[in-house]
């Protein structure tokens, strides 16, 4: 089946429906793309664009430029849709939140007739796709729909999420195999002709949208429970008074073995998050899900009992100074390296936490980032070198840009393994 849909619209321009929409359009494809942001839809249609990607800027401009993207704050007819939007949590026990897709949902329903294509891409619980189409339903009683009119529906429904590594999404758009469910083997169809426009991956057909969610909550839960047996081993080697690196380096050198590296924590909207949508659905079942993640959401606590050592240990070796006397630099705020992206990082929680410790103004050194989020106001954005006269240095993301860095004078807490 060829692709027919000349005219797509994608709801959310973030990290992964601008990119989307970007990649659609860059094949000539008419790409309405829609966010409640009004900041991000006017720099869009400058043909700029208001996250940190390699490469997006370019075809953005490029889009916007020859007539083929354009944003907007309210949806728009289209062929088909693509819904990109967050899937926050509710409350304190991580219990999903799709409030943001049912507002998207209940958006575009006014606008659907016979054909249209809805895809939800926004990383979700098992059962979210067919509560959207629930809500479509609902919303649209005079349309027919797959999970009451099976392949002879009017709208077609699928699951379909991204799988792409934030600095690589554009190259990964395209290379990645997809996993697509739809609630009909002819829903999948579409879905497949849709993305086949620019993904030169294998569009891969599941058997229906629920394995497709969970296949991608599967992806980002065995990712958290390596780095979770990384991050264990941390705190047993500190114990034991071993430098961690150099016990990873040496347990791989087994050929069946590959421990990954540990850092302050885990963050982003992805590894952070998905693995509780399991925990929330089968609770008695997924434990060894759930100590991952809170093995990995204890860390940044771990690592700032290493910052206040630092301090006592500091304060003891130059009794001309208090606590409150010390600065401090802090490397790295986002939650992985050589991105802008402080979503759920672990990087900015330890940094927050400093801040209101120390009532001197923290040092931070994040090259990706041009201010400071506003828990952080009373630091100062620097480069390296100013923050080298610090009386501590807490290294949390490896960024590109501190590779060679020497080690600075002074205590150091080093959470990734950076001046090892």
């Not at 959401?297 to 100074?321: H, M, N, S």
């Not at 120390?358 to 480069?383: H, M, R, Y």
Request: one cysteine or more; aromatic letters at 6%.
């Amino acid at each position: 089946m060829e692709n027919r849909f000349k005219r797509i619209s994608v709801i959310g321009l973030g990290y992964i429906g601008l990119p989307t929409a970007a990649m659609f359009a860059s094949r000539k494809i008419h790409v309405i793309g829609v966010d409640v942001n009004e900041v991000a839809v006017s720099t869009i249609n400058r043909g700029d664009i208001h996250i940190v990607e390699p490469d997006l800027d370019m075809i953005v401009h490029a889009a916007v430029q020859e007539g083929y993207l354009r944003a907007t704050t309210k949806p728009e007819p289209a062929e088909a849709f693509l819904i990109a939007v967050p899937t926050p949590f509710k409350g304190e026990n991580h219990e999903p939140d799709l409030s943001y897709i049912e507002a998207a949902s209940r958006a575009i329903a006014p606008l659907l007739v016979k054909g249209n294509l809805i895809i939800l891409e926004s990383t979700s619980p098992v059962g979210a796709t067919e509560a959207m189409a629930k809500w479509f339903a609902e919303a649209r009683p005079d349309l027919s729909f797959p999970q009451d009119a099976g392949e002879a529906s009017d709208i077609r429904i699928a699951y379909c999420p991204e799988r792409v590594l934030p600095g690589k999404v554009m190259q990964e758009l395209i290379i990645n195999d997809r996993v697509i469910g739809g609630l009909t083997p002819r829903c999948s169809a579409f879905a497949v002709a849709l993305y086949r426009s620019f993904v030169t991956g294998e569009c891969v057909v599941a058997s229906g949208p629920r394995v497709a969610e969970m296949a991608k909550l599967t992806e980002n839960s065995f990712r958290d429970v390596n780095i979770a047996f990384a991050n264990e081993l941390s705190l047993i080697a500190d114990k034991l008074d071993i430098n961690v690196w150099e016990l990873i380096a040496l347990a791989n050198r087994h050929p069946r073995v590959n421990i990954l590296q540990p850092g302050p924590g885990v963050g982003g909207h992805c590894i952070a998050v998905d693995p509780w949508f399991i925990v929330s659905k089968t609770p008695e079942l997924a434990r060894l899900v759930k100590t991952a993640r809170e093995v990995n959401d204890g860390k940044p606590d771990w690592v700032l009992q290493k910052v206040r050592e630092a301090i006592a240990d500091t304060v003891q070796d130059k009794p001309d100074k208090s606590a409150d006397d010390l600065t401090i630099a802090i490397y790295g705020l986002a939650f992985k390296p050589n991105i802008d992206d402080l979503r759920e990082s672990p990087a900015l929680e330890i940094a927050q936490a400093i801040a209101l410790d120390q009532p001197n103004p923290l040092f931070i050194v994040e090259p990706n980032i041009d201010a400071l989020p506003p828990k952080l106001s009373s630091a100062k954005l620097t480069d390296i070198a100013t923050a080298a006269g610090a009386d501590i240095h807490v290294m949390l993301v490896k960024h590109s840009a501190f590779a060679g860095m020497a080690q600075p004078e002074g205590a150091i807490v080093d959470a990734c393994g950076a001046w090892n």
